[in-house]
Structures are given as structure tokens and as C-alpha cells.
């Protein structure tokens, strides 16, 4: 493990584990197109329950569940509101129109993640010939490391039902958020008629997403993840991973956290502006002029970062407390980093 660089570019960069990798070899498998394979079986009940749902489905990534669910939710020409900074608009290469023929309605995010309910009411169009037929809000949680207030979620949850829409979360870092909250993961999706959960940031496993919601909807998102390419034989192995993920990281993210607030501190400390992070993911502000320099700086040292001059920052199951440190150092070390 210590071969390998000190990566804070994500939480996805993550290696499986000795003992991730023993669940996985001996994993029991079986046909998954046919239904056969117990431990994707397993892994599909085991979150359903959790989760307070009917149904759930195993995904190669997240990218792919949002959209099945997405697809799942609205029909050709329908649309689906969503946040200007949402993975499912941003960062998914429009796959919902592209690949989907659903018109997305981008809305600004407020700062702390979510969409006022102000902008939502404005956004739902009048049933009207000229307009497409609004469907469903989609939400992030966590969204940039911000964990929405369950407060708003209750609101906006409950408005967007009694306004007729649907409403899916992308709850790619969602433990994340139970853990930060100190909630269960039925409290954490409350009001949500669909959540995609990755196994793959946080939790550590090396792939994929579960889905899950009402069995209708499930059954409609395993016929659109077939059509997508996500039909996988002999998935147990990969279902294996994300049981042992969900047996032992998920109460470790608190350690990612308080790296976070660690990171966040020490780089504060040398007078750089940082956002307070308030999971795993931090922001901190670089000199424009100062970034391929500092790059390069922290490369030399075996240190992977993705320097802009707005920074995200990403601590996991990978980067314990030390390597924090040894980031720090190679920060401070860095000359002429304020200007
Ligand atoms: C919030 C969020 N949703 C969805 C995804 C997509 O997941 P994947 O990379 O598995 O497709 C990501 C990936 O980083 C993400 O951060």
C-alpha cells in the first residue's frame, strides 16, 4: 500500500483491501442476466431493507443507475428538474437527453446544496401543449461534500409530491451523510421514491451502484440498465466487495471526516482560504499562478491532487492520518504559496 501515492483527487481511487479481496475470491456467483447469482441477490435484499424500499438493483456505476432511474421515472419528452451543480446535469455528459429523450431543467443551487422551493414552484410547467410535462426533481446528497438539512429535505420532498412530481436522489455519497448525521439510512432517503447508492467512493469497493425503490420502478430501471450495456454475468464478485464494504466502512467514514477537518485546519494555517469541509471533501483556494508549480511540487513528493484555483480535496479509506501530514508538509514547503 505505501507503493502507491498519496491520491486526494477522489474517493474512488481507493484499493480493495486483503480482506475485500478474500470476500470476493470466494464469492458464490451465478448468471445475473437469468437472476441467478446469489451474492448480487444478497447484495440487492440486504439494501432494499436498509434502505426501507421493496426493491433494489445492482449497477456497474453510478452514472449508470441515475440514469436507469431517470429513465425510469420519465418518458420521451418528459422533464426532470435538477440543480446547476448536480452530477446527474453536470457531469454525466447530459446522458438523460442524450441517451434518455428527457429534458433536463437546471436550476441554481443554493449554497448549501439544495434548490429553494421558490424556484421549483417556478419551474414546474402548466399542463400546455408548448411545454414539455414536468416529472420529477432529482436531488444530490451528499452534493460537493454538503450534506443537505433534513429539514429542507422533508419540505422539498413533500412539495414536489404534492405538486405531482417524483423525486429521485443521487445518494452517491449518501453513508457519508448518515454518518455525519448520525441517522439511519431509512431517516437519511425519507421523502425520496428512489435513491442510486455508489459502493464505490467512501465505501471502498472497486465498482458499482445500487438503485433502489418501488418494485414496479425497479423492474422498469432492470429493463432500461439491460438496454444501457449493464446486463453483468457473474457480478457476485463485485457484489461480494460492496457487502464487505457495507459491513466494515461505512462507521469508518467519521475517520475520513475528521481527516477532512484535519487537512482543512493545516492548510487554513498557512493562510490559505479553505471552505470547512463538512464530510470528505474539501475546496481550497490556490493562486491561479501558483498551480502548475504546486502540481508539480506535489508530485515530486508522490502526492496526486487535481490543483485549480478553486482545489477539491478528497480524503478515504486510503489516505490515513499520516499521509494527511506528509500532505500538509509538502504544502508547507512549497514556497511563495500565499502571494
Ligand atoms: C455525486 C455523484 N453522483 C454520481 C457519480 C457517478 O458515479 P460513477 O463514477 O460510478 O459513474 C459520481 C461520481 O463521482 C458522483 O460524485
Redesign the pocket.
Known sequence: MNAYPIDLR?D?VTRPSPGMRAAMAAAEVGDDVYGDDPTVNRLQAHMAERFGFESALF????????LAALMAHCGRGDEYLVGQD???YK??QGGAAVLGSIQPQPLENEPDGGISLERIAKAIKPDDIHFARTRLLAL?N??GGRVLPPAYQRDVTEFAHANGLSTHL????IFNAIVKLEVGEKTAVAGFDSV?V?L??GLGAP???VLVGPRDFIAQARRWRKALGGGMRQAGVLAAAALYALDHHVQRLADDHANAAYLAAGLNALGLHVEPPQTNILYVDIPAKQVPALTAHLAQRGILATITPRTRLVTHLDLPREKIDTTLQAFREFPDLIP
Open positions: 477522489s474512488t449497477f456497474t456505476s453510478g452514472t449508470q443507475s441515475n448536480a452530477h446527474t457531469y454525466e444530490e451528499t452534493i443521487d445518494g452517491a455519497r442510486s455508489c464505490s467512493k465498482a458499482g451502484s
